[in-house]
């Protein structure tokens, strides 16, 4: 039996630096973030291999892959929907799977290019993002493996996959009320602003139904109805009218839960970032994996916040294949365990 069933995005992520004259010439504006068809960002692709020569290698990407790469590279059992072109990006998605002990649930699509990104890195840093959600758009509820999620013991669902395309939110739902069905609780993440405002009634009804949901401050201002710039102390208040359990990530700043009646907020150690990208997917990863063991809320988050300080120490938004995962979450709970639990 697969203990944590995922569905999530398939995703290749090349990183490149480009000059902002660049960019703009591309037709791009710095710092933006553009979603594209794959026709578009196949001949993006083309111009630039054709300028540069070959791109470099993609990275698996993927908000919730990447918290399913910690879940089973930590020793817990896991298995991934998603969909994704029988392709380069696909098969190294799936090959980089395999060396995490994760389980692919689904098939590769023949003829389907797979999701990818451009994370162009241009003037003083700033970072512009390009993407396609390739055979992601293909989700539908026939590609949902009913069986894996009535047979698991938590189901994951990446709320970026309500908005690849036209049967997305009726798979998500699909897979939610198989969930349902034989008891088993599910997490949702909240993945960005716009898809939380976009699928507000979807949130609406399955937000209080989830063992809670996950997300960083601006994505969980959205879900309470105030505008992303929100404080923590706004969102506290609104969070506290609901009925919805949640985790929310506060970057520098640690991060606040609030489970039923209660609220538990944990600071986190300064650390100097390489890259940020994967680290609230990882503290997810961290969080239930502490859950799992029994360890309290306040602790988990402890235990998530020592994971994700490592994450940013390197490059990529995924732990080194050569680095010592369950020797981490021991730590990680050791440090975890010594504190008290009062919130």
């Known amino acids: 039996m697969t203990a944590i069933v995922v569905l999530g995005a398939v995703t290749g992520g090349i990183n490149l630096p480009v000059s902002n004259a660049e960019l703009l010439e591309l037709g791009f504006t710095p710092g933006g973030y553009t979603e594209i068809s794959v026709d578009r960002m196949e001949k993006l692709r083309l111009a630039l291999e054709n300028s540069r020569g070959n791109l470099p290698n993609p990275n698996s990407g ?59 890195y241009g003037d003083e840093g700033l970072r512009t993002i390009v993407l ?104 506290r208040i609104e969070l506290a009218k609901t009925s919805i359990n949640a985790v929310v990530t506060l970057d520098e700043d640690g991060a606040f839960a609030r489970f039923g009646d209660r609220e538990f907020s944990l600071p986190t150690q300064k650390i100097e970032a390489v890259d940020s990208t994967g680290a609230g997917d990882n503290f997810l990863a961290a969080f239930l994996i502490a859950r799992m063991k029994g360890l309290s809320v306040r602790k988990a988050l402890a235990v998530g916040n020592v994971v994700a300080g490592k994450v940013v120490q390197y490059q990529g938004a995924r732990l080194p294949l050569n680095l010592d995962v369950p020797g981490l979450m021991q730590e990680a709970i050791q440090i975890a365990e010594s504190l008290d639990d009062q919130g």
């Not at 918290?67 to 020793?75: E, S, Y």
């Open 132 to 235: 396609t959600h390739g055979a992601n758009s293909l989700l539908s509820p026939a590609r949902i493996d009913i069986e894996a999620i009535k047979g698991a013991e938590l189901v994951l669902l990446d709320g970026i996959a309500l908005d690849f395309g036209p049967e997305s939110e009726s798979a998500m739902v699909h897979g939610i009320q198989a969930a349902e069905e034989k008891d088993v609780p599910f997490v949702l993440t909240l993945a960005s602003t716009k898809v939380v405002d976009r699928y507000r009634a979807f949130f609406d009804t399955f937000g209080p139904k989830a063992q809670m949901v996950a997300g960083n401050l601006e994505q969980a201002a959205v879900l309470v109805g105030l505008e992303p710039e929100a404080s923590l102390d706004e969102v």
């Open 62 to 120: 993927g908000s919730v892959a990447n918290t399913a790469d910690l879940l089973a590279r930590a020793g817990v059992s896991c298995g991934f929907m998603g969909v994704c072109g029988d392709d380069t990006f696909g098969r190294a998605f799936v090959s980089k799977f395999e060396r995490a002990s994760l389980e692919f649930l689904s098939e590769v699509e023949n003829g389907s290019v797979t999701g990818y990104d451009f994370y162009f």
